[in-house]
């Protein structure tokens, strides 16, 4: 009867004892190197393989430091802009400083705001100068901020001339309390930077925080 691989693993699993009882019969046994493709023991291999994983982990570690640096940077940046805006009680103060912190902070150089409703219709600010009735329908529907390739259409327009060096952009509706106030575009010439279906939290978070502070003279 012969002996498949699956019982010798399984016999060797049911008694371990036998790698110590043996260990002289283990340190004979050899097999090829990984990269090498010369010979070496059974207990060199385990060493390369505990290298292997540990490089791995090592490598790992250091990703979540750096994602949690980050994270870090961006938490202290959205505090400091959360600090300003609460600071300001214009809306020409708070434009400025959104747009400020967006370029100088978060690398964001351009983006562009447009406020509607009531409110904003009395303003007589440049970032309530009316939009089409099909984007506010649009923006009011909008779940999450959306992001991908946009070169086109109305919002596009918003950039002017700059417009044609932008190759991502994400759209983030601006609500408080229900209402949707507005949107938040912010475009960038590296196609990567929004790219479609990533992540939005701090973006999402960034236009809660955005639109509280408007909503303060949206309301006044």
């Given at each position: 009867m012969s002996v498949t691989r699956e019982a010798v693993l399984e016999y060797l699993k049911a008694h371990p004892e036998i790698f110590e009882e043996q260990a002289e019969f283990f340190n004979q046994v050899e097999i090829a190197h990984p990269y090498s493709g010369r010979t070496i023991s059974l207990a060199e291999r385990q060493m390369i393989n505990l290298r292997e994983k540990n490089r791995l982990l090592e490598h790992r570690l250091g990703e979540l430091l750096g994602v949690g640096e980050t994270n870090d940077a961006l938490g202290a940046r959205m505090h400091q802009l959360t600090i300003a805006l609460v600071c300001a009680n214009r809306l020409d103060q708070m434009v400025g400083i959104v747009l400020k912190s967006l370029a100088e902070d978060f690398g964001v150089p351009q983006a562009r705001l447009r406020l509607w409703g009531e409110g904003a219709a009395n303003l007589g600010h440049d970032v309530c100068t009316p939009v089409s009735a099909e984007l506010v329908?649009?923006?009011?529907?909008?779940?999450?901020?959306?992001?991908?390739?946009?070169?086109?259409?109305?919002?596009?327009?918003?950039?002017?001339?700059?417009?044609?060096?932008?190759?991502?952009?994400?759209?983030?509706?601006?609500?408080?309390?229900?209402?949707?106030?507005?949107?938040?575009?912010?475009?960038?010439?590296?196609?990567?930077?929004?790219?479609?279906?990533?992540?939005?939290?701090?973006i999402e978070r960034l236009g809660d925080v955005i639109a509280a502070a408007l909503a303060r003279v949206l309301r006044a």
């Amino acid at each position: 009867m012969s002996v498949t691989r699956e019982a010798v693993l399984e016999y060797l699993k049911a008694h371990p004892e036998i790698f110590e009882e043996q260990a002289e019969f283990f340190n004979q046994v050899e097999i090829a190197h990984p990269y090498s493709g010369r010979t070496i023991s059974l207990a060199e291999r385990q060493m390369i393989n505990l290298r292997e994983k540990n490089r791995l982990l090592e490598h790992r570690l250091g990703e979540l430091l750096g994602v949690g640096e980050t994270n870090d940077a961006l938490g202290a940046r959205m505090h400091q802009l959360t600090i300003a805006l609460v600071c300001a009680n214009r809306l020409d103060q708070m434009v400025g400083i959104v747009l400020k912190s967006l370029a100088e902070d978060f690398g964001v150089p351009q983006a562009r705001l447009r406020l509607w409703g009531e409110g904003a219709a009395n303003l007589g600010h440049d970032v309530c100068t009316p939009v089409s009735a099909e984007l506010v329908k649009e923006v009011s529907a909008m779940h999450h901020p959306v992001t991908g390739s946009v070169r086109t259409g109305e919002v596009a327009a918003w950039f002017g001339g700059e417009s044609e060096s932008i190759a991502s952009m994400a759209l983030v509706p601006l609500r408080f309390d229900g209402h949707t106030l507005g949107l938040l575009a912010m475009g960038s010439d590296d196609a990567e930077r929004f790219v479609a279906g990533m992540g939005t939290l701090y973006i999402e978070r960034l236009g809660d925080v955005i639109a509280a502070a408007l909503a303060r003279v949206l309301r006044a």
